[in-house]
């Protein structure tokens, strides 16, 4: 059982190019998270899904959309990356939603230029 | 966003002390977790506290839900190698999905 994975591992990418940053679960969990990783400010969540079809904005939503077409997967879209958008992405998971118990993704680190 | 200090910032110790580290909030949580992160991973939940005054174990690790409801405690004893990491704590103001996550401690256990 692999659990939550991620990919790309990390990414190097162009100031306005378009990027996909892709969650896969094999748990059939029904909630899934986005969160960015910043030195000195903690993980902030980015967009959630309770459930396949459903999405919300979490702390930190401008820049980024997601989609969540099915239970396992969940990608998360910068349409046009800047700077500010350099970070560690985590993807995680919960059977339902609003649960504590978030089974976290291993990241992907993306630099913007 | 909610603004959750965590404290102190990084931790140097010698194998076998005991560590304390804290996190305080200027808002009410309702629940507190606390998160260990190894280097390259994503962070693994270690203690779960739903109720002012709580206080639950995971093996050496110890934490409670401060009485106001503003902070929580974890306590880590007998330290190990492995216990090397980054500790997050994170809190839940009602019962939605925003969990608020403090800036880590990072703890180096040296043999």
Known sequence: IAG??????????????????????????????????????????????????????GEVPDGYSVSRANTDDFPLTLASAVPSQTSVYFCASSEVAASNEQFFGPGTRLTVL | GQQL??????????????????????????????Y??????????LIALYKAGELTSNGRLTAQFGIT?????????ASIPSDVGIYFCAGQLGTGNQFYFGTGTSLTVIP
């Not at chain 1, 990919?7 to 100031?15: D, F, G, R």
């Not at chain 1, 896969?24 to 959630?48: C, E, F, K, S």
Request: with cysteine; proline share 4%; charged share 15%.
């Open chain 2, 36 to 45: 260990k992160q190894d280097p390259g991973e994503g962070p693994v939940l």
């Open chain 1, 4 to 57: 939550i994975t991620q990919a790309p591992t990390s990414q190097i990418l162009a100031a306005g190019r378009r990027m996909t940053l892709r969650c896969t679960q094999d748990m059939r969990h029904n909630a899934m998270y986005w969160y960015r990783q910043d030195l000195g400010l903690g993980l902030r969540l980015i967009h959630y899904s309770n459930t396949a079809g459903t999405t919300g904005k």
């Open chain 2, 5 to 34: 200090n965590q404290s102190p910032q990084s931790m140097f110790i010698q194998e076998g002390e005991d560590v304390s580290m804290n996190c305080t909030s200027s808002s009410i949580f309702n629940t507190w977790l606390w």
């Open chain 2, 69 to 77: 409801r503003k902070d929580s405690f974890l306590n880590i004893s």
